[in-house]
């Protein structure tokens, strides 16, 4: 029996029919990414005194440098470290062509001081952006000979962004304090201590490793705070970005993420954060190519991405996933000149449900 005879109607010709319509897609992707620059500053601007300022012909090259690792990146967020002054990222990611990114170096408007700091480069709109520079009091440590430590060295950025579908994803970007040895200086900043001597090299070893396990645990509150299901953000993602200078099973990462207490106890979770290689749901191919620095001939991991579990695939709170993570670090063996990063750049690509 033909159409029009069972409904009654005539049938509507095939070539009038009304398209169905496109299912709405299943995920949205964002690329994240974390990049330590080399002291990114603008020329003729001292920024250590032991090293030249840049000349006009090495600021255009390490920003023409850095704008094409940018675009390669092509990441919607990028947490980056070691920026002397705001003005010259800018130019460079102006150089990359990302005219929808928002930059911000909080600290380094005018020029940083003391420090290099860190900073944000998104397309995403940033609801709130905070520097985080002081320890709560109960988080102060004093270092043998020279006191108490009662800041971050170089202050952690906390930012909340909105994503395109409204819902919020908050970021940290970290550089935590060196391995370099804290020996003793005085007011001028001499070294006042025998750095041939291998007992003093080691003590101030340990100044630098008290140092940045306290600055570890202060940002580990700051982790809390956000991911802690008692809280205003509960259900919403953490993204952490930076340069760690540990590896990522050093004790110091590990009392910021605290995964490895999962294994003892499931409600540890919430609160803990997960590195990406380890959740991506496309494995690498070839782990033993992720290292982000070369020390000494020794490759390290140093620069991360981590997340919270709303990212992890198997938590029962998934919002969405890691797809892949990848390093950008063949130009740690072309050249050592300063206007190239010594540290590769990291990038996850973050699927979320709509």
Request: aromatic letters at 6%; proline letters at 5%.
């Amino acid at each position: 029996m033909s159409t029009e005879a069972r409904s009654g109607a005539p049938a509507t010709p095939a070539a009038e029919a009304l398209p169905a319509a496109a299912p709405p897609a299943a995920w949205q992707t964002l690329q994240v990414a974390s990049a330590n620059v080399l002291n990114l500053a603008l020329p003729r601007r001292a920024f250590y005194a032991n090293q030249d300022p840049y000349s006009e012909a090495e600021y255009e090259r390490k920003t023409s440098w850095l704008a094409g690792m940018l675009a390669r990146l092509e990441a919607d967020v990028i947490g980056v470290q070691e920026v002397w002054d705001e003005a010259a990222l800018k130019a460079a990611v102006a150089r990359a062509g990302l005219r929808r990114h928002s930059v911000q170096v909080p600290g380094a408007e005018q020029g940083a001081a003391g420090t290099p700091r860190v900073g944000l480069v998104t397309r995403l709109e940033v609801e709130q952006l905070l520097s985080l520079a002081d320890f709560a009091p109960s988080e102060v440590v004093s270092l043998p000979e020279i006191g108490p430590i009662a800041r971050f060295e170089r202050p952690v950025l906390r930012a909340c962004l909105r994503l395109p579908t409204g819902e919020r994803l908050h970021v940290l970007v970290v550089h935590l304090k060196s391995k370099r040895p804290k020996y003793l200086q005085d007011a001028d900043g001499n070294v006042v201590e025998d750095r041939d001597d291998p007992a003093v090299t080691a003590r101030a070893t340990m100044r630098s490793l008290l140092q940045r396990a306290a600055e570890a645990a202060a940002l580990r509150r700051v982790v809390v705070e956000i991911t802690g299901r008692d809280g205003s953000h509960q259900g919403e993602p953490l993204v952490l970005l930076g340069d760690m200078n540990d590896g990522v099973h050093a004790v110091t990462t590990q009392m910021i993420a605290a995964n490895q207490a999962v294994a003892y106890d499931r409600a540890a979770r919430d609160v803990a954060l997960y590195h990406a290689l380890d959740v991506a749901t496309e494995p690498a191919l070839r782990r033993d190519h992720f290292y982000s620095h070369v020390h000494q001939g020794w490759p390290e991991l140093l620069d991360q991405i981590w997340v919270s579990e709303e990212l992890v695939a198997t938590s029962k709170f998934a919002l969405g996933d890691i797809r892949r993570v990848e390093v950008f670090n063949d130009h740690l063996h072309e050249s050592r000149e300063r206007w190239r990063s010594d540290h590769g750049f990291v990038r996850a690509l973050v699927r979320l449900r709509r």
